[in-house]
């Protein structure tokens, strides 16, 4: 009964490759979100989506790509790995419009990503 | 734009002690705040929230108030025990076109024996 869960839970590739993060939510939210936590535990946004339909896109290379099937699913696509690009994504869920301040936001357990 | 301020760690700490993390943000409005724990190998939880000044949050033993006059959200408890040894990030998250949070650089608790 995990509410939000990511798949892989590990991914090691070579630089240059394109990989797929995947994140499902059952807890009914409308609203997705994928961090970035850097080697310093650094956590910051990346992309957010509300009902398919994304509302935030922060400075992000467009070598990354959302991608939203439906509200319970938001998936990362990383094009042409750098090595910069190691670090661990989260995705995470809020309920309702994404909008309000004291929505709480649910964590999946993370997908350590290393470049090599 | 906003920020989160949170003291460095790591903070060693015996078991039974009393613990502060100190938390303080710059936004402008009324943000609300959170504090999140990440325990090793795994995701992060909501430990607790305040989503107006004076508003104090708490859970399992920990507890934060609020401070609008001193832009502050310290995290307390006031016996630590072992299974407390974390990472904690103090958080905020304002009401707008889009809800994010930011987040504070974390603080690495450890607790022994």
């Known amino acids: 009964d995990t509410a939000v869960s990511q798949t892989p839970k590990y991914l090691v590739t070579q630089m240059g490759n394109d990989k797929s993060i995947k994140c499902e939510q059952n807890?009914?939210?409308?609203?997705m979100y994928w961090y970035k936590q850097d080697s310093k535990k650094f956590l910051k946004i990346m992309f957010s989506?509300?009902?398919?339909?994304?509302?935030i896109n922060e400075t992000v290379p467009n070598r990354f790509s959302p991608k939203s099937p439906d509200k319970a699913h938001l998936n990362l696509h990383i094009n042409s790995l750098e090595l910069g690009d190691s670090a661990v994504y989260f995705c995470?869920?809020?309920?309702?419009?994404?909008?309000?301040?004291?929505?709480?936001?649910?964590f999946g357990p993370g997908t350590r990503l290393l470049v090599l | 734009g906003d920020s989160v301020t949170q003291m460095e760690g790591p903070v060693t700490l015996s078991e039974e002690a009393f613990l502060t993390i100190n938390c303080t943000y710059t936004?402008?409005?009324?943000?609300?705040l959170f504090w999140y724990v990440q325990y090793p190998g795994e995701g992060l939880q909501l430990l607790l929230k305040?989503?107006?000044?004076?508003d104090k949050g708490s859970n399992k033993g920990f507890e934060a108030t609020y401070r609008k006059e001193t832009t502050s959200f310290h995290l307390e408890k006031g016996s630590v025990q072992v299974s407390d040894s974390a990472v904690y990030f103090c958080?905020?998250?304002?009401?707008?076109?889009?809800?994010?949070?930011?987040f504070g650089t974390g603080t690495r608790l450890q607790v022994t024996l």
């Open positions: 995470a869920s809020s309920q309702g419009g994404g909008r309000a301040s004291r929505e709480t936001q649910y």
């Open positions: 807890l009914g939210h409308d609203t």
């Open positions: 989506y509300n009902n398919k339909e994304l509302i």
């Open positions: 936004a402008t409005g009324y943000p609300s």
């Open positions: 305040a989503t107006k000044a004076d």
């Open positions: 958080a905020l998250s304002k009401t707008g076109t889009a809800s994010k949070l930011t």
